[in-house]
């Protein structure tokens, strides 16, 4: 299962928005190498002013030392959950996105050994947990949120995974996760069946959302 997510990332080009000039972030998507792979998520601590209590991949804005946007995922990660750059195999990067807040978020995905001891930071977050690859892949969304970017409308999934919601952001990143890297027929352009929730357009200029169409 593995096997199949690196040969597939690592042969994928992604597109950019360096064009928007925009502040940047990255964050890590830490797929968890067990026998059955997981990912692993954080939850934003609700003392936070902005995204509390939101579902997020470890993560945060570039620093001017950062050499990459890799090397800032990683510096992120490891300042958010204890997680050593030294553990992470990098598989590649999926496409940029732009946050409600104007920034430009670059995800990368690395695989990571199990049962490492990791640690929130409660200064930021408030839990870490896994999820098994395959309930995204048997797409278990319990209904789809719509939003609108740029005058189109995206069908994005939301999750919910005991007490936790994966949504937004994060979802986008997961779709284009499972269909580049497992050919998953999910198409954020195209309505699915089931429930919808309809969110106001958004204002900010957002750049295009990721291409979740089958390759």
């Known amino acids: 299962m593995l096997d199949t997510l690196r040969q597939r990332l690592q042969a994928y080009r992604p597109p950019t928005l360096d064009h928007l000039g925009l ?6 998507l830490p797929v968890v190498d067990r026998a059955a792979p997981t990912l692993l998520f954080t939850r934003r601590a609700l003392h936070l002013t902005t995204h509390r209590g939101q579902v997020a991949f470890p993560g ?3 620093d001017p030392g950062d050499r990459d946007l890799y090397a800032t995922a990683l510096r992120e990660s490891e300042e958010e959950i204890a997680l050593a750059p030294s553990q ?3 598989l590649g990067r999926l496409s940029d996105l732009v946050s409600l807040h104007g920034l430009q978020v670059t995800p990368w995905v690395g695989v ?3 049962d490492l001891p990791l640690k929130a930071e409660p200064g930021e977050l408030d839990a870490i947990f896994e999820v098994p690859l395959d309930y995204f ?6 209904h789809t949120d719509v939003i609108t970017a740029e005058g189109r409308r995206y069908y994005v999934p939301s999750y919910r995974v005991g007490g936790y919601v994966i949504w937004g952001l994060s979802a986008m990143m997961l779709v284009e996760l499972l269909v580049r890297g497992y050919d998953m027929d999910i198409d954020m352009t195209r309505r699915p069946p089931g429930e919808l929730r309809t969110y106001p357009p958004r204002r900010r200029r957002a750049g295009p959302l990721p291409s979740t169409k089958k390759p």
Do not use: N, Y
């Not at 892949?137 to 319990?142: E, I, N, S, V, Y």
């Open 23 to 28: 502040p940047q972030a990255a964050v890590l």
């Open 88 to 90: 992470v195999t990098s």
């Open 137 to 142: 892949l048997d797409d278990r969304r319990t």
């Open 112 to 114: 990571i050994p199990p």
């Open 60 to 62: 945060g804005k570039r």
